[in-house]
């Protein structure tokens, strides 16, 4: 990359996480949406959809297989109901490439972890709720999910 166009991307993108740091959830969800569908799609087809398969499409084995995986866990909270997803390092080249910082950059991670449940459970209705954020301080990031009739 020609160093002009270096020094545009590093402005641009920190100006980018200043006004990312300004925004409300309702607006980082529209922001993130097409960001995340992107995302989930490719973690369907390398991680999720193999895992949810080998574990006979149950919820349970699923979030506990998830602990197997490099940089990953996953907590049965309460069986068949409410889980966690838990990152332990944040790997969104937006953070790791182009130094984002602002913790709304996690509306990403939530609205593709969306994706990848209306896709591995489409008759499940589910709400997922950001708990923790390494972007906020705290050493993981955790996603409580929790299905509901």
Same mark, same amino acid.
């Given at each position: 990359m020609k160093t002009m166009d270096k020094e545009f991307f590093e402005k641009w993108f920190k100006a980018?996480?200043?006004?990312?740091?300004?925004?409300?959830?309702?607006?980082?969800?529209?922001?993130?949406?097409?960001?995340?569908?992107?995302?989930?799609?490719?973690?369907?087809?390398?991680?999720?959809?193999?895992?949810?398969?080998?574990?006979?499409?149950?919820?349970? !084995?699923?979030?506990?297989?998830?602990?197997?995986? !490099?940089?990953?866990?996953?907590?049965?909270?309460?069986?068949?109901?409410?889980?966690?997803?838990?990152?332990?390092?944040?790997?969104?080249?937006?953070?790791?490439?182009?130094?984002?910082?602002s913790n709304n950059l996690c509306e990403c991670s939530r609205q593709s972890m969306k994706c990848v449940f209306k896709n591995l459970v489409p008759q499940k209705n589910f709400i997922i709720e950001c708990t923790e954020s390494i972007l906020a301080g705290n050493k993981k990031c955790c996603h409580k999910i929790v299905f509901y009739d």
């Open positions: 980018f996480d200043e006004g990312l740091s300004q925004l409300k959830q309702e607006e980082c969800s529209k922001l993130f949406s097409k960001c995340a569908q992107q995302c989930s799609c490719d973690a369907l087809k390398y991680l999720y959809k193999d895992l949810f398969n080998e574990c006979n499409e149950d919820l349970d !084995k699923f979030f506990l297989r998830l602990n197997e995986k !490099k940089d990953l866990e996953g907590k049965v909270i309460e069986p068949g109901k409410i889980y966690e997803l838990i990152f332990t390092k944040c790997g969104c080249p937006l953070y790791t490439h182009a130094k984002i910082n």
